[in-house]
């Protein structure tokens, strides 16, 4: 497989990595995106426009702290790809565009979701890690999802 095709696979298999189902164990970033992500990197800068504070983490583990609290309080996250992956691949980096919808479900209602996310990937001795990323996220109209991951469940629609 080409450097291209195996961002491709791995940047939508990271998508993914971010499904909740009522019921599964507690959310842990680390179990999770290991493959993924350079928790060794001394120059990883990672931001995603959903967290409400828009922190910019310098390490994986302080990635995986924003998001851990937010992913153990829903009920359930599911995603779809929209459009990409667009990726281009050198020798050692490499970069993948994005764009997903997501319901995220909290106790007290649902958000729908719309994001383009890029990530630049490093290979390293273990393959490829991303080292950078950039998600920018516009919450959409109450119920624009509605049966688009199966059941339709009733949107609350929430200001990013």
Same mark, same amino acid.
């Given at each position: ?11 939508? /298999? ?5 499904? /909740? ?50 992913? /153990? ?19 050692? +980096? @490499?970069?993948?565009? +994005? ?10 209602? @649902? ?7 890029? +990530? ?11 080292? /950078? ?6 919450? +959409? ?18 200001? @990013?």
């Amino acid at each position: 497989m080409n450097p291209e095709q195996v961002i491709a696979d791995l940047h939508v /298999r990271w998508v993914f990595g971010w499904e /909740r189902d009522e019921g599964d164990p507690p959310f842990d970033f680390r179990r999770t995106f290991g493959e993924f992500y350079d928790f060794g990197s001394p120059d990883v800068r990672l931001y995603d426009d959903f967290d409400p504070e828009q922190r910019v983490a310098t390490t994986a583990a302080g990635y995986g702290s924003i998001w851990e609290p937010g992913f /153990r309080g829903m009920v359930s996250a599911h995603h779809a790809v929209d459009d990409g992956p667009h990726v281009i691949a050198g020798q050692e +980096l @490499a970069a993948s565009t +994005l764009t997903f919808t997501a319901r995220i479900t909290l106790p007290d209602g @649902a958000t729908d979701l719309r994001t383009t996310t890029s +990530l630049v990937w490093r290979r390293t001795p273990d393959g490829w890690r991303i080292v /950078r990323e950039h998600n920018s996220s516009k919450v +959409l109209p109450a119920g624009t999802l509605d049966g688009a991951f199966g059941a339709g469940l009733p949107a609350v629609s929430q200001e @990013a």
